[in-house]
């Protein structure tokens, strides 16, 4: 008789007793057990992690500076200055404009523009809020009270470090130096919380915020609110541990980088002299124009050492952050409590741009250099006027040098 795998098959399968195909079936379910348990482990790994790490701080700077490397980051956000338009889209028309800048291009690696699907793609960044109303953006989920989502990337936290001021300070370019290092993450938008959104509340505040790893110093800036009248006691009630880092630039090239942005977008507006002055006759200056008003740091630092301590403060000098961007990164690295990550090999002069750029944007290879917003020319101002704001502002820079106990060389 002939060979017939058919046929040798079919009686086996036809004829296999219950007991064999109960074991087959074991056999099958045992697989599946095993293939659950290996996803499970998978995808819950992280959580027990975190909270061995709470329990553990001793390890978590090294840990987080391991594992923020893994974690992406949104990139260059340098012309979303105060305005800024995050995760989710907004109408650029509803923002200040004397403050905010609309201009959304996005020069990466020191040319082109960010599309706005770039920027939306921008993860960490917090988003901007002036276009999000409460309603629009998704509510966070609460867990404790100390911070809100949790998965393998880490958790939200509310800032312990925030650039406070001021405008045209030089602020986008000391944040994007310092997200180069690792234990720093940033919100990439201005939040604008402690000035224009505080009636939403810190957990929405809170949600604009990077997500960060034990160890990892969460932070945000926003110049205006060195201005702002009502920000030091709101983020005193938020923490009073918060560390509050300005950068001063002398009062008149800031007055004057502050008009240039405006004119910028409103070409139209009166020359900067007819502006400076209340009566050009007799010289008086017009300290109710913001670009001048901005300039009397001494005035507004008054008002934030009411509830924050001087070594809780930290004056960086916009010359020197341009002239020695290392060295100034050094000073803010210590106040921080951070290691000296940041050094001399990380900056390069782009002599094209005029100042310091990145050698590697955080998260690229590529140099990096601020957008065309930052480093723009300054119109020609007499030098007459000039020189009487100078004199105008002469005496709240000494008083300013002595409150911070720090010449910064303006006059
Ligand atoms: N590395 C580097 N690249 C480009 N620009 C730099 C840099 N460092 C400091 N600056 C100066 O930053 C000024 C803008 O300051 P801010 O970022 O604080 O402006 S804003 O208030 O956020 O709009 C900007 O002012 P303008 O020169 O008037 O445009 C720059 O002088």
Request: with cysteine; charged share 25%.
């Amino acid at each position: 008789m002939e060979y017939s795998p058919l046929r040798a098959q079919h009686p086996y399968v036809l004829s296999a007793s219950p007991v064999r195909r109960k074991l087959a079936l074991f056999g099958i379910m045992l697989v599946l057990w095993v293939y659950v348990l290996y996803s499970c482990v998978g995808s819950c790994a992280t959580v027990p992690s975190l909270r061995a790490d709470r329990q553990r701080p001793e390890h978590a700077g090294l840990r987080s500076g391991i594992e923020s490397r893994l974690v992406p980051r949104a990139r260059g956000w340098e012309d979303y200055e105060q305005t800024g338009v995050g995760v989710f889209s907004r109408d650029l028309n509803n923002v200040n404009s004397d403050e905010g800048t609309n201009d959304r291009t996005f020069p990466r690696d020191g040319n082109d523009a960010e599309t706005e699907t770039e920027r939306r793609r921008g993860g960490d960044a917090g988003g901007d809020t002036g276009g999000q109303t409460g309603g629009e953006r998704r509510s966070p989920v609460h867990s404790g009270g100390l911070s809100t989502f949790s998965n393998g990337s880490g958790i939200k936290r509310l800032p312990q470090a925030i650039i406070v001021g001021v405008k045209k300070g030089g602020t986008r370019a000391l944040l994007e130096f310092l997200r180069v290092h690792p234990d720093v993450r940033a919100a990439g938008a201005e939040p604008h919380f402690f000035d224009r959104f505080y009636d939403n509340g810190l957990d929405w505040y809170r949600d604009l915020m990077p997500k960060t790893l034990e160890g990892q110093i969460t932070m945000e800036k926003t110049p205006s609110y060195f201005v702002t009248r009502e920000a030091p006691a709101r983020i005193y009630s938020m923490s009073r541990s918060t560390k509050l880092i300005v950068v001063v630039r002398d009062p008149v090239t800031r007055a004057i980088s502050d008009y240039t942005q405006t004119l910028s977008k409103k070409p139209d507006i009166p020359s900067f002299e007819s502006l400076t002055f209340k009566n050009r006759t007799t010289g008086l200056i017009d300290t109710s124009w913001s670009a001048i008003q901005i300039g009397i740091y001494a005035k507004h630092l008054d008002n934030w050492l009411q509830f924050f301590p001087m070594r809780q403060i930290l004056f960086v000098s916009g010359e020197r952050l341009i002239s020695d961007p290392a060295g100034e990164l050094g000073r803010v690295q210590d106040f921080l409590g951070l290691k000296r990550i940041i050094t001399d090999k990380h900056f390069y002069f782009n002599q094209t741009k005029g100042f310091p750029c990145l050698k590697k944007a955080e998260g690229s290879s590529k140099p990096h250099c601020l957008g065309k917003t930052k480093g723009r020319t300054h119109p020609n101002i007499h030098p007459e006027v000039v020189q009487r704001l100078r004199d105008f502002y002469r005496p709240f820079n000494m008083k300013f040098y002595q409150m911070t106990g720090h010449n910064f060389g303006w006059d």
